[in-house]
């Protein structure tokens, strides 16, 4: 099981970018950016698989880029144009299954397809995007 510390969360004015990153302690195939806002349900925000092909929800394609760096074991989530909508609770987290194609990655982040009992989550951290 993978240790994650996210960090880069705050507070920033509609427009304005933010870098989240996540230190990984473990290898895993499969990793993503989730985001809570509060009264909603978790949503999959980005998704990387290792051979490198990435998938986003459709609200901040073009806006977000999820990037790792294997030397660093450090996902990425580089946001730009951020909008008041984009303020929640962001969680990276690793799929615990070792092997998994990048279609079944990518599809395991959807609202219809996701089970949280099969991520590996950090802490949390929490992005504030006013108007």
């Known amino acids: 099981q993978e240790d994650l510390v996210e960090s880069g969360g705050g507070s920033v004015e509609a427009g304005g970018s933010l870098r989240l990153s996540c230190v990984v302690s473990?290898?895993?195939?499969?990793m993503a950016w989730f985001r809570r806002a509060p009264g909603t349900i978790q949503e999959g925000v980005a998704s990387?698989?290792?051979?490198?092909?990435?998938n986003y929800v459709a609200s901040v394609k073009g806006r977000f880029t999820i990037s790792h760096d294997n030397a660093k074991n450090t996902l990425y989530l580089q946001m730009t144009k951020l909008e008041p909508e984009d303020s929640a609770m962001y969680y990276c987290?690793?799929?615990?299954?070792?092997?998994?194609?990048?279609?079944?990655?990518?599809?395991?982040?959807?609202?219809?397809?996701?089970?949280?009992?099969?991520?590996?989550w950090g802490q949390g951290t929490q992005v504030t995007v006013s108007s």
């Open positions: 987290a690793a799929h615990k299954t070792r092997t998994l194609a990048p279609t079944t990655c990518h599809g395991a982040t959807k609202t219809q397809f996701f089970f949280p009992s099969l991520w590996n």
């Open positions: 473990g290898a895993a195939q499969c």
């Open positions: 990387i698989h290792s051979d490198g092909s990435a």
